[in-house]
């Protein structure tokens, strides 16, 4: 779908070479921290930025023309309704901006307000939601006309867990087309087929959440602590158990590394109590997207 | 998709009242002001116009010809000197001396061709400067004895004197001119308003760049320049409700006279497309809507200066007359004053008609490229 993106502002490079495709009803997501290039990507996949290099393909059509323009619905990071008016004049305008009309448009926008659970406020302003509503009245903005491409940019930043499930499960049951971004690994996770890393512009790593967590995640860790007395006899015992590949010390115990944490911690504890050591703490950490992005660039998703 | 944005441009007007006050409110507030002020009908209560140095018959004679509203009232005053202190305290609100020396009929024409006329010999038109309507009154009453004392000069059926008389009147012996004044500042302050409203009212793209809206609807399939024309014909639907609205008040409550209609309606569509050219070229210079904000009302305000809507053109220097003349509001006037001062038909606007689009196409043609890449952000 593009191919060899590059987008500078002045001398810095803010998208450098990236390219991925989405299939039909694939949910793809773009995950990266902020200022990563994640929303001048998809600014120039809408059309909204002409890329400096690179080309965009939505639907056969180029990025930019009208009939790739019509074939995707763009949810923004920021609220972008008109406050003043309700959401049916809201949903009713960017609908005929999409060629909607008449009864179509009507049924469209009753519709599209069940889907995002808002059939009972779609004659109230929208200046008077919550910010979670105002989210969903977002999205269904993006889904009014029925895109093949459905490009949601961070769509959950700043809005509550209840609201957020909301918009996720909302999201999860399209069965189109999605370009999700985000900087919430475990949203990523959750409800991309496939993901793409972005980081300073460049795309670093593209699979599935298991694919890349398997290949750059690294191995579970399990994390015990005990009084100090006990060290150096857990040391040795940890070495000798089955599946432990590596034991390192840290603060108040030690760090186990293993293909299988969940297995290996019942005989960590068994362990433990033939030594007579009493345990304060157990702790499997399995890895995660979080850990690939720190694997790849060395750097925390949320920095 | 012109009609829709544009629909939705004043669907959210009115919903946030912007269009009520701007429509409504404003105009009906700007006609009051200029109807009460000028037009005579207000609660200013009685104006009274003292006559020095003429008979009874021939004030009576004038006061016909005059055909004063109840709310004008003529008074003969027995001296000169008192009829000048009562219109310096307000007692009068003006008055016309007549000297007597009015022995020629070259003489007795000055009042009547040229009203206001600084040196008419034979009659003083006394008036203060604040006192517009006391003026307009007290130069139609010198005008009407004029023509009393003409007549009565003239035997019926001759021409000879007629004949005879050779009058020059310079440019600098004129006044504000016979008619109301209200026919003139109607539509002149209206241009002002409508300038403001046009400039003010392109901001609209920049508070929805702002909003993030404009983001949205430049992610549609709708081409940068319908959006641009969808606002600016919100705009000028804005601003020719607000000016068909002061045309309306004026005309029917205060008895203003802009001309023929159809002239009138011609010069407020021109003046309307005139001033959403410039709306959009100021709203390109400015890089954030508090900066079009300022830009729109400084530049309203050097335009309605130059162009003549608070100072009359015919009061500035020749330079300044002409440099009017590149001004939307110049041609505006020259359109509005040719329809309502001059009585002239519809087809005499059809060159200001020209020139404000022209205007118009200039000023949209010059900030398209830089407004082609707001509307993209």
Same mark, same amino acid.
């Given at each position: 779908?593009?191919?060899?993106?590059?987008?500078?502002?002045?001398?810095?490079?803010?998208?450098?070479?990236?390219?991925?495709?989405?299939?039909?009803?694939?949910?793809?997501?773009?995950?990266?921290?902020?200022?990563?290039?994640?929303?001048?990507?998809?600014?120039?996949?809408?059309?909204?930025?002409?890329?400096?290099?690179?080309?965009?393909?939505?639907?056969?059509?180029?990025?930019?023309?009208?009939?790739?323009?019509?074939?995707?619905?763009?949810?923004?990071?920021?609220?972008?309704?008109?406050?003043?008016?309700?959401?049916?004049?809201?949903?009713?305008?960017?609908?005929?901006?999409?060629?909607?009309?008449?009864?179509?448009?009507?049924?469209?926008?009753?519709?599209?307000?069940?889907?995002?659970?808002?059939?009972?406020?779609?004659?109230?302003?929208?200046?008077?939601?919550?910010?979670?509503?105002?989210?969903?009245?977002?999205?269904?903005?993006?889904?009014?006309?029925?895109?093949?491409?459905?490009?949601?940019?961070?769509?959950?930043?700043?809005?509550?867990?209840?609201?957020?499930?909301?918009?996720?499960?909302?999201?999860?049951?399209?069965?189109?087309?999605?370009?999700?971004?985000?900087?919430?690994?475990?949203?990523?996770?959750?409800?991309?087929?496939?993901?793409?890393?972005?980081?300073?512009?460049?795309?670093?790593?593209?699979?599935?959440?298991?694919?890349?967590?398997?290949?750059?995640?690294?191995?579970?860790?399990?994390?015990?602590?005990?009084?100090?007395?006990?060290?150096?006899?857990?040391?040795?015992?940890?070495?000798?158990?089955?599946?432990?590949?590596?034991?390192?010390?840290?603060?108040?115990?030690?760090?186990?590394?293993?293909?299988?944490?969940?297995?290996?911690?019942?005989?960590?504890?068994?362990?433990?109590?033939?030594?007579?050591?009493?345990?304060?703490?157990?702790?499997?950490?399995?890895?995660?997207?979080?850990?690939?992005?720190?694997?790849?660039?060395?750097?925390?998703?949320?920095? | 998709?012109?009609?829709?944005?544009?629909?939705?441009?004043?669907?959210?007007?009115?919903?946030?009242?912007?269009?009520?006050?701007?429509?409504?409110?404003?105009?009906?507030?700007?006609?009051?002001?200029?109807?009460?002020?000028?037009?005579?009908?207000?609660?200013? *209560?009685?104006?009274?116009? !003292?006559?020095? @140095?003429? +008979?009874?018959?021939?004030?009576? /004679?004038?006061?016909? =010809? $005059?055909?004063?509203?109840?709310?004008?009232?003529?008074?003969?005053?027995?001296?000169?000197?008192?009829?000048?202190?009562?219109?310096?305290?307000?007692?009068?609100?003006?008055?016309?001396?007549?000297?007597?020396?009015?022995?020629?009929?070259?003489?007795?024409?000055?009042?009547?061709?040229?009203?206001?006329?600084?040196?008419?010999?034979?009659?003083?038109?006394?008036?203060?400067?604040?006192?517009?309507?006391?003026?307009?009154?007290?130069?139609?009453?010198?005008?009407?004895?004029?023509?009393?004392?003409?007549?009565?000069?003239?035997?019926?059926?001759?021409?000879?004197?007629?004949?005879?008389?050779?009058?020059?009147? *310079?440019?600098?012996?004129? !006044?504000?001119? @016979?008619? +109301?004044?209200?026919?003139?500042? /109607?539509?002149?302050? =209206? $241009?002002?308003?409508?300038?403001?409203?046009?400039?003010?009212?392109?901001?609209?793209?920049?508070?929805?760049?702002?909003?993030?809206?404009?983001?949205?609807?430049?992610?549609?399939?709708?081409?940068?320049?319908?959006?641009?024309?969808?606002?600016?014909?919100?705009?000028?639907?804005?601003?020719?409700?607000?000016?068909?609205?002061?045309?309306?008040?004026?005309?029917?409550?205060?008895?203003?006279?802009?001309?023929?209609?159809?002239?009138?309606?011609?010069?407020?569509?021109?003046?309307?497309?005139?001033?959403?050219?410039?709306?959009?070229?100021?709203?390109?210079?400015?890089?954030?809507?508090?900066?079009?904000?300022?830009?729109?009302?400084?530049? !309203?305000?050097?335009?309605?200066?130059?162009?003549?809507?608070?100072?009359?053109?015919?009061?500035?220097?020749?330079?300044?007359?002409?440099?009017?003349?590149?001004?939307?509001?110049?041609?505006?006037?020259?359109?509005?004053?040719?329809?309502?001062?001059?009585?002239?038909?519809?087809?005499?606007?059809?060159?200001?008609?020209?020139?404000?689009?022209?205007?118009?196409?200039?000023?949209?043609?010059?900030?398209?490229?830089?407004?082609?890449?707001?509307?993209?952000?």
């Amino acid at each position: 779908m593009c191919r060899g993106l590059r987008k500078h502002f002045g001398s810095r490079a803010a998208v450098d070479d990236v390219s991925f495709s989405v299939a039909a009803g694939e949910c793809y997501g773009l995950l990266g921290p902020n200022g990563a290039g994640k929303t001048t990507t998809i600014s120039m996949v809408c059309g909204l930025l002409d890329p400096d290099e690179g080309t965009v393909t939505i639907d056969g059509a180029p990025g930019g023309s009208l009939e790739a323009k019509a074939a995707v619905g763009y949810v923004p990071q920021d609220l972008a309704l008109y406050p003043d008016l309700t959401a049916r004049e809201n949903l009713e305008f960017f609908g005929q901006l999409y060629g909607l009309s008449g009864k179509g448009l009507a049924t469209r926008i009753s519709e599209t307000l069940a889907l995002v659970g808002l059939s009972d406020r779609g004659g109230d302003r929208i200046g008077s939601y919550s910010g979670g509503m105002k989210r969903r009245a977002n999205i269904a903005a993006g889904l009014l006309h029925q895109p093949r491409l459905l490009i949601l940019d961070e769509p959950t930043v700043g809005v509550d867990p209840q609201s957020r499930n909301a918009i996720l499960g909302t999201v999860g049951s399209l069965g189109i087309a999605v370009l999700y971004t985000t900087h919430y690994m475990e949203e990523a996770a959750k409800l991309c087929q496939r993901i793409g890393i972005i980081d300073d512009g460049r795309f670093i790593a593209e699979g599935t959440p298991h694919g890349l967590i398997d290949q750059h995640g690294g191995q579970d860790r399990v994390r015990i602590t005990f009084g100090p007395a006990a060290s150096e006899v857990m040391t040795k015992a940890s070495r000798q158990l089955n599946g432990v590949r590596e034991v390192r010390p840290i603060e108040g115990g030690l760090e186990l590394t293993t293909d299988h944490g969940p297995g290996v911690l019942p005989n960590v504890v068994r362990a433990a109590g033939q030594l007579g050591v009493e345990l304060s703490g157990v702790e499997v950490v399995v890895p995660d997207l979080e850990g690939v992005f720190l694997s790849l660039t060395g750097k925390e998703l949320r920095d | 998709m012109i009609r829709v944005i544009a629909v939705n441009e004043l669907r959210r007007r009115i919903r946030d009242r912007s269009m009520v006050i701007t429509c409504i409110v404003a105009p009906l507030v700007l006609a009051g002001i200029l109807g009460f002020a000028f037009g005579g009908g207000s609660a200013g *209560g009685t104006v009274r116009i !003292g006559v020095t @140095g003429a +008979t009874p018959t021939l004030i009576s /004679a004038a006061e016909r =010809a $005059v055909q004063p509203p109840h709310t004008v009232v003529i008074v003969p005053v027995r001296q000169a000197r008192v009829l000048k202190r009562e219109v310096a305290d307000g007692t009068l609100g003006g008055g016309v001396i007549l000297t007597g020396h009015h022995t020629s009929l070259p003489d007795l024409l000055i009042p009547i061709v040229a009203p206001g006329a600084t040196h008419s010999p034979g009659f003083e038109v006394v008036d203060r400067a604040d006192a517009l309507i006391g003026q307009e009154w007290s130069e139609s009453l010198a005008a009407a004895l004029a023509s009393r004392l003409y007549a009565g000069h003239v035997q019926a059926g001759s021409t000879a004197d007629l004949a005879t008389i050779s009058l020059t009147i *310079g440019s600098h012996d004129l !006044g504000n001119g @016979g008619r +109301t004044v209200l026919n003139y500042f /109607a539509p002149s302050i =209206a $241009v002002i308003f409508l300038f403001i409203g046009s400039g003010l009212g392109m901001r609209s793209l920049m508070l929805e760049r702002a909003a993030g809206t404009l983001v949205r609807m430049a992610a549609a399939p709708v081409r940068p320049l319908s959006i641009v024309l969808g606002k600016m014909l919100a705009i000028l639907i804005t601003g020719l409700t607000s000016i068909f609205v002061v045309w309306g008040v004026t005309t029917f409550v205060f008895g203003a006279d802009w001309g023929d209609p159809l002239g009138v309606f011609v010069m407020c569509v021109g003046a309307s497309l005139a001033m959403c050219g410039l709306g959009v070229f100021l709203t390109s210079l400015a890089r954030n809507e508090r900066e079009a904000f300022g830009v729109a009302l400084i530049v !309203g305000l050097f335009l309605s200066l130059l162009g003549g809507n608070l100072l009359p053109p015919g009061s500035l220097p020749q330079f300044l007359q002409v440099l009017s003349l590149g001004t939307p509001n110049g041609w505006s006037l020259v359109g509005f004053g040719r329809l309502s001062l001059l009585g002239d038909p519809a087809r005499s606007v059809v060159g200001p008609f020209l020139a404000l689009c022209a205007i118009a196409a200039v000023t949209a043609g010059l900030a398209w490229p830089r407004v082609r890449r707001m509307v993209r952000p």
